[in-house]
């Protein structure tokens, strides 16, 4: 199996509080990994330290055989091979539903805007929001907009996509249009690192699970062993009080 991204014992502090401790872990290529557990336990801070929009205290990160965490890399080839979908969706309020999906093509990627009109459309259809490409985000449901965002990443064909909680932000029968895409975008062979609260979603899309507690990985393994044997009293704790 070939590693997309590698953690070895990454760690992050805030001042004097260790949120994340000794984190070990890989995403395969093609592999979506769920990562769960309570607030607070440090899910998000795992994917913005994955993403560099905070430096890790310690640690190593490797893509593709590389530490990126060294001062002689380039971190701007390596965050453009990252897609991020987040819970508040943080598209352009400004540009149309196609132009948000442009934009990073045409400044970061440097692809013309014909290409990168192209590009773009072929993800808005697979989102179901080719329609769209005029509206302003403004005019558009939370669930529209979320799916706008994920073509916004794809857009940019990155090597792995993370989601932070993706539907946490979405009135409740909004959350399943969002899922829908995001199950057939697991189907595809997309290498997906995904946050998030939904046990079920969790239970039938991905290949491994990460059950995280207090800034450590507590368990991991296969959904049907997680959800339905796991080893750890914590998480069988954090199970029966999610899962009721
Ligand atoms: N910028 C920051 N400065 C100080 N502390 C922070 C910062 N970001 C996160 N923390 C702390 O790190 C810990 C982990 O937070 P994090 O947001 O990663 O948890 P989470 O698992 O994503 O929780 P949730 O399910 O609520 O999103 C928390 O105690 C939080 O208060
Ligand atoms: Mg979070």
């Known amino acids: ?108 990627l ?22 769209y490409v005029n509206a302003k985000p403004k005019q558009l449901s939370g669930g529209q907009k979320q799916r706008v965002a994920i073509a916004r990443a794809l857009s940019m064909e990155p090597d792995v996509m993370l989601f932070d909680e993706p539907t946490s932000a979405l009135d409740p029968e909004m959350v399943g249009e969002v899922l829908k895409v995001m199950k057939e975008l697991a189907g595809t062979g997309l290498t997906m690192l995904i946050v998030t609260h939904e046990m079920e979603f969790a239970k039938e899309v991905s290949d491994r699970v990460v059950f995280m507690d207090k800034g450590v990985i507590a368990e991991e393994g296969a959904p049907e062993q997680i959800f339905n044997n796991p080893k750890e009293e914590r998480t069988k704790e954090f199970l029966k009080r999610t899962l009721k």
């Open 1 to 108: 199996m070939e590693s997309v991204i590698e953690i070895q014992h990454l760690s992050k502090s805030f001042g004097n509080h260790e949120v994340l401790t000794d984190i070990d872990f890989s995403v395969q290529k093609g592999e979506v990994v769920c990562v769960i557990g309570s607030s607070g336990s440090g899910k998000s801070t795992l994917l913005r330290c994955i993403n560099l929009l905070e430096k890790p205290s310690g640690g190593k990160i490797i893509y593709r055989g590389e530490n990126i965490l060294d001062d002689r890399h380039d971190i701007h080839s390596y965050r453009k091979k990252l897609g991020m979908v987040f819970q508040q969706f943080n598209l352009f309020n400004n540009h149309n539903v196609l132009n948000n999906c442009v934009v990073g093509q045409v400044k970061v």
């Open 110 to 131: 440097k692809r013309s805007k014909e290409e990168a009109e192209k590009t773009a459309l072929k993800y808005l259809k697979v989102v179901g929001m080719d329609q």
